[in-house]
């Protein structure tokens, strides 16, 4: 048997002034979970980095040290390990993605704007009038490739998709959380759809390329998409025969785990009282004889839009973890 987990680990990182819980108040409950989850692969989002004290130019100045704290004494400490980087080589100061395995990764990439270009685009609202201006989204795509035993190759994407919250509109906000005019935060929310979809297309590109290369790879795709099912992004990545009117590309589709779970426990994300499934785990028609089973551990789960109310922050994750177990 062999498990796989996807957790919005929510913001990690070291302790700053101001800023509550510490990331030694939250490592109790951190560890806890990760522990729990007994994962073969971990894909985490949110996962910042830290300046380094010192640092040459043959060295990183930026680090994943509280990932790094965070997992020392688990089972995790001596897993392989991938993560986003800059263009300079360096993890990237917020929300990076991180790839543990127990075993080898034989290849990772990041791909951003790598399959889809950057779309122009002038906001119709913005005050003053501006120029078209590119759009691009701010996380890639990680990709690892893992040699499972008795499995040969699996191929792991993980993903954070844009969040549903508005993008900025110049002269549309009179302060983060007020926007001036409807219209305004019609554009920002439009923006980021955009953006959420855009990431989900470049998705699907990827494994389509690496269906053309091996027809039946095994792939798992999991993370925060920021949609639920039935929505563009989800349906865009899973390939449905219903959406494309094509039967011959029934092998490329995508299968959720989540169908597996009973629909009064399938949530990974709490607003305002109601349970959604933002995170999601799917997989190749080739992984389907395999899978076993898939959990997503939301008892512990707080209202999201509790602390949006009352600026109060829990050690916990905003986001459950999502796993799915496989034979091997």
Known sequence: MFKIATFNIENLDVSSSGYTPTLLERIPTLRGTLTRLDADILCLQEVHGQELAAHTANNPKRALSALETLISDTQYANYFIVHTVTSDGEAYDKRNLVILSRWPISLSEQYKH???????????????????????????????????PDMELVHVVNLHLKSRIASNVNGQKSNNYTWKSAAGWAEGYFLSSTKRVGQALETRILIDEIFSQTADAKIIVCGDFNAEPGEVPVEAICGRVENTGNPDLRSSVLLPCSSAIADSVKFSHLHHGKGNLLDHMLISQSMYHLFVKADIFNENLHDESLPFASDIKYPESDHAPFSASFKQ
Request: charged letters at 30%; glycine letters at 0%; hydrophobic letters at 45%.
């Open 114 to 148: 790598h399959h889809l270009d950057k779309l122009a685009y002038r906001k119709a609202t913005a005050l003053p009038v501006e120029e078209a201006k590119d759009i691009s989204w701010e996380r890639p795509i990680l990709y690892a490739q893992v040699q499972v």
